[in-house]
């Protein structure tokens, strides 16, 4: 539901010049970057086939189903590992969804087996993807031939720029005539949320290539420069979100965790790991003292956001959740999901008591933003819906006329305009408290296309 397949090689320069022969083998550096781009989509915490893992070093040295010794330190040959790489059967060779291991790679690991195996990362229980360099990501088109799906949209907290997902890159556009203003470059295949700091200077990134990496990264709003790294995994990550003074950053993705950031260090402060399947979104309260996640195991969690201890967990949808929002006083939370529903639930001290359902969607509500006096959700019956926040939460606005599903949604408050994109590549830019009419703008976020497509 969140991802969408495009081609694309992923294939650092690391793991293919080979390394000195003077030089010892490093497992961070030469052996850890190809087990993360060609091993952990089978054998990892999502998956284990055979029953083997390689997602952490301690993992990586037990064996699977066989019995037999993956890694034996100082003899490849009799490391089950190196024989499954190297077998001559395809049925037998690994890796088996991925492209067989190069010459130069499977020397690299041979001959880092026969040097002793030496971990060389600062712990052995910690995650493959934590400790690898940062993989380079391959240059976005200089024009785009085709549109792109609209996965990711925000205003920037002036309401002057719109940023938007692309393809390995994030596209910044002026909202009133949609005119491109920069590109950022270095990101993943697919950007799937944004959200810039509350004081603007920076923009977070959750990205991903579908089965090969997920990363988090934090750009100078201003400029496009990466500022930092904070996350790689093993697939796309998906939610991003600034706690209200903009000092801390909660993620989700496909690895099932939540992870908090210190904003000013980059480093990690904690990892909650409630969630049985991926983390779709993620919010802070208003008053910064809880947070709240939707995941596709069906629930929905509140959280204490200074200890990361669960609050409540509310499993009133039944089906997947994909969104979540608290409501402007912080009393209520909002979620929404697959079962085509907005569920508004207590966040009080007792439990998670459902308080009001809002149906009358055609499709799967895939995301919300929930502002003082109303709610907006998109969807995949190719709309966007204004509600209202009183008591009887009455549909007050449909913002229609799209070409496809509606995946991406932002607001500015500030001046009243709703964005959204569709997976056609476009993007709209609407009077918020409209109750009839069209967009404002309507464009194609993908640099370059409309000037191509005007020359054929």
């Known amino acids: 539901m969140k991802l969408f397949a495009v081609s ?55 064996p699977g189903s066989s019995k037999d010794l993956s890694i034996v330190p100082g003899k490849p040959e009799m490391s089950k590992l190196v024989q499954l790489i190297t077998a001559a059967d395809e049925d037998d060779r690994m890796p088996q969804k991925n492209e067989p291991l190069s010459e130069v790679e499977i020397a690299r690991i041979q001959r880092w087996i026969r040097e002793g195996a030496e971990f060389d990362g600062p712990d052995a229980k910690a995650a493959l ?33 719109l940023a938007a997902g ?79 003074d903009g000092s801390k950053l909660a993620t989700g993705g496909s690895d099932n965790a939540i992870r908090l950031f210190d904003v000013a260090t980059g480093k990690p402060e904690r990892i909650i790991e409630q969630h049985a399947d991926w983390v779709t979104s993620v919010s802070f309260s208003h008053s910064g003292k809880l947070l709240a996640s939707a995941s596709r195991d069906k629930s929905a969690r509140l959280y204490d956001a200074l200890t990361g201890g669960v609050e409540h967990s509310y499993l009133g949808h039944g089906d997947l959740v994909f969104g979540v929002a608290f409501s402007a006083d912080d009393s209520q939370i909002l979620s929404c999901g697959r079962d085509r529903k907005v569920h508004i639930w207590s966040a009080g001290e007792t439990n998670a ?51 496809d599903i509606v ?26 408290n409209v109750t009839n009419g069209g967009p404002l703008r309507t464009f194609i976020a993908a640099p370059g296309f409309e000037k191509l497509h005007r020359r054929e």
């Open 129 to 161: 993807f934590s400790m690898i360099p940062p993989i380079p990501q391959p240059a976005a088109p200089e024009g785009y031939p085709r549109p792109i799906p609209i996965t990711a949209l925000a205003f920037s907290p002036d309401g002057t720029e």
């Open 353 to 403: 008591e459902k308080t009001r359902e809002i149906s009358g969607f055609e499709g799967e509500v895939l995301q919300l933003i929930v502002t003082s006096n109303a709610f907006f959700t998109c969807s995949s019956d190719q709309s966007a819906r204004r509600h209202s926040m009183d008591k009887k939460h009455k549909l007050m606005s449909t913002f229609g006329g799209h070409g």
């Open 166 to 244: 692309g393809y390995h890159e994030i596209t910044i556009w002026n909202p009133l005539d949609g005119r491109l203003l920069r590109r950022v470059h270095g990101l993943a295949q697919c950007t799937l949320c944004l959200a810039y700091q509350p004081n603007g200077n920076l923009l977070a990134a959750a990205s991903g290539t579908p089965g090969k990496i997920g990363e988090i990264k934090l750009f100078d709003a201003g400029s496009g420069v990466l500022a930092k790294v904070l996350a790689t995994s093993a697939d796309s990550m998906l939610a991003v979100a600034f706690s209200p």
């Open 407 to 432: 995946y991406a949604l932002a607001l500015d408050e500030r001046f009243h305009r709703l964005a959204t994109g569709s997976f056609d590549g476009k993007v709209r830019v609407w009077d918020a």
């Open 8 to 62: 694309s090689a992923l294939l650092g320069p690391f793991v293919l010049c080979a390394t000195e022969e003077g030089q010892t083998i490093s497992f961070t550096n030469d052996i850890a970057p190809i087990f993360a781009q060609k091993c952990l989509a089978c054998h990892g915490a999502e998956k284990r086939k055979g029953g083997y893992r390689l997602d952490t070093f301690e993992l990586m040295l037990k």
